[in-house]
């Protein structure tokens, strides 16, 4: 199965991908995680993405594509991908295009997680997630059972440097320009479905998992 997810910061891609790998046997592909891994390993990635990442704003399309084009390469791809955060430029979408048809898996349904900004606000504000393990929790819907704490693995949680209203403004921004006319780009080709994920998680859950129903 080749999936793509895409909604604006705090729309719930992360949640949903977790809840989708659980039925599906694909590898969950998230730009915005590797590239965080490669800043704290220092890698030189992750020196040239730091300063945009933490500005909010986009890395650079030929960065993110080599980033994407070789970790498809990797074994755990042969069942297909769920790709979080990747396309988000026109550029970037073209490329992956390219690059999905040369390998015999070209993009089968992109879920668009559909969600007002004043509920991305509130969630991305409480937002705090576990360094070591990747697990998110929000301070006010889903808090972990000892304050601070991880209940998966016991690490200190801390708030991403970017999940501030004033980053979440210019991630919007990068969002409606450059990312929105990917899902234009892609209804063009007649693979997306829209879910309002500002329901509760279970039913956004519910809709994804009857969207991809259809695709079997
Ligand atoms: P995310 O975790 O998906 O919100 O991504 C965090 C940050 O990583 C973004 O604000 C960008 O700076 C960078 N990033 C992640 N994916 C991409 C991408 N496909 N293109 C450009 N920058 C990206």
């Known amino acids: 199965m080749n999936l793509l997810i895409m909604g604006p910061a705090g729309a719930g891609k992360g949640t949903m991908s977790d809840l989708i790998l659980k039925s599906h046997d694909i590898p969950h592909i998230s730009t915005g995680d590797m590239l965080r891994e490669n800043v704290r390993n220092n890698t030189e990635l992750g020196m040239q993405a730091k300063s ?8 650079p399309d030929d960065v993110i594509n080599a980033m994407v084009a070789k970790r498809l390469q ?14 988000r430029t026109l550029v970037q979408a073209r490329a992956f295009d390219e690059l999905a048809a040369g390998i015999g898996k070209p993009v089968e349904c992109v879920i668009a997680l559909d969600v007002p900004f004043d509920v991305l606000a509130e ?14 929790y929000h301070v006010k819907n889903h808090p972990s059972r000892v304050e601070g704490i991880c209940d998966v693995c016991g690490s200190a949680l801390v708030q991403r440097k970017d999940d501030t209203l004033e980053q979440l403004k210019v991630r919007m921004e990068e969002y409606d320009s450059s990312t929105a ?17 500002a329901q509760a ?8 998992e009857a969207a991809l129903a259809k695709l079997a």
């Open 201 to 208: 998680s279970d039913q956004v859950f519910a809709e994804i």
């Open 181 to 197: 006319p990917v899902i234009a780009y892609y209804e063009t080709k007649g693979v997306v479905t829209h879910i309002n994920g």
């Open 123 to 136: 969630r991305i504000t409480g937002r705090r997630i576990c360094p070591k393990c990747g697990a998110i």
């Open 52 to 59: 945009y990442m933490d500005a909010g704003r986009l890395v």
């Open 74 to 87: 990797e074994p755990d791809c042969a069942k297909g991908y769920l790709l979080d955060g990747y396309p």
